[in-house]
């Protein structure tokens, strides 16, 4: 009897806000189906101990695994970050951009500070990314993966930034698809629903008030977490994915189709 080969066998790939919640998530399922990962963290101490211990959980499968720091909001680190990851694990195939910003605010109390700061992590970052990564994802035939949200499509009431940056990645997706197509490179968007992640509980800590609020809008009456996404990801990042670029996959529980 022969095992099922895993989908993601001599893939290389960087994840931004890899330390906890979606990128978490993403990196196990990675790693699980054999790909060797960079784990991108902002540079404070809580979260350099969670890539950390990460990615010496991930090393100990027998994948490589590495935890790198970086500022997104920053014009130079995100493509260190590609390229402390291509010198640790070879050329990089898949760059998940999961990493965001966010604080909730009326529109006409943020400041312009704000807006820097806010669309240089969430939009800027992936262009960058995907800019340093260019040569690699064409010779490896890569993919890009960047996340969105359902916000993006809806609105949201005292977060018109996070809303702008989340419609304004999902445009940066279909143009990377569009001009690294003929090169063999797909670009693609997920865009999550209402996940119970530790960024959820910071904004909202009362489990239950947030599940009866969820479940007036979701089809399934469910809480969805990080690793109900990761599926998504690893088909994105796999040759199954091979025809499939410029879409945007909404994994929300039926929200936006109610």
């Known amino acids: 009897m022969t095992s099922e080969r895993k989908r993601l066998v001599d893939k290389k790939a960087v994840i931004t806000g890899a330390s906890r919640g979606i990128g978490a998530a993403v990196a196990r399922a990675f790693a699980a189906e054999g790909a060797d990962v960079a784990l991108a963290y902002a540079p404070n101490p809580e979260m350099e101990k969670l890539a950390k211990d990460l990615a010496t959980e991930l090393t100990a499968t027998g994948v490589k695994a590495v935890a790198i720091s970086g500022d997104l909001a920053s014009a130079d680190d995100p493509g260190a970050i590609i390229r402390t990851a291509r010198e640790a694990l070879g050329p990089i195939s898949t760059i998940v951009s ?3 910003a966010n604080w909730r605010s009326p529109f006409d109390q943020y400041s312009v500070a704000d807006w820097d700061l806010i669309n240089n992590v969430n939009v800027r970052s992936t262009w960058l990314m995907a800019k340093e990564a260019k040569a690699d994802l064409i010779e490896t035939q890569g993919s890009i993966i960047t ?5 993006a499509h809806n609105g949201n009431n005292t977060n018109a930034l996070y809303v702008t940056s989340k419609m304004a990645i999902i445009g940066l997706t279909r143009a990377l698809a569009r001009e690294l197509g003929p090169d063999g490179v797909r670009a693609n968007c997920v865009a999550p629903g209402a996940i119970r992640t530790e960024w959820e509980i910071e904004f909202d800590p009362d489990p239950e008030a947030v599940k009866e609020a969820v479940y007036a809008r979701q089809a399934l009456q469910t809480r969805g977490f990080a ?7 690893v088909f994105l990042a796999s040759d199954q994915s ?9 994994v929300d529980g039926g929200w936006m189709m109610k």
């Open 98 to 100: 999961n990493a965001a």
């Open 147 to 151: 996340v969105s949200s359902i916000l």
């Open 227 to 233: 690793k109900d996404l990761a599926g998504t990801f």
């Open 242 to 250: 091979s025809f499939i670029t410029g879409q945007t996959i909404t």
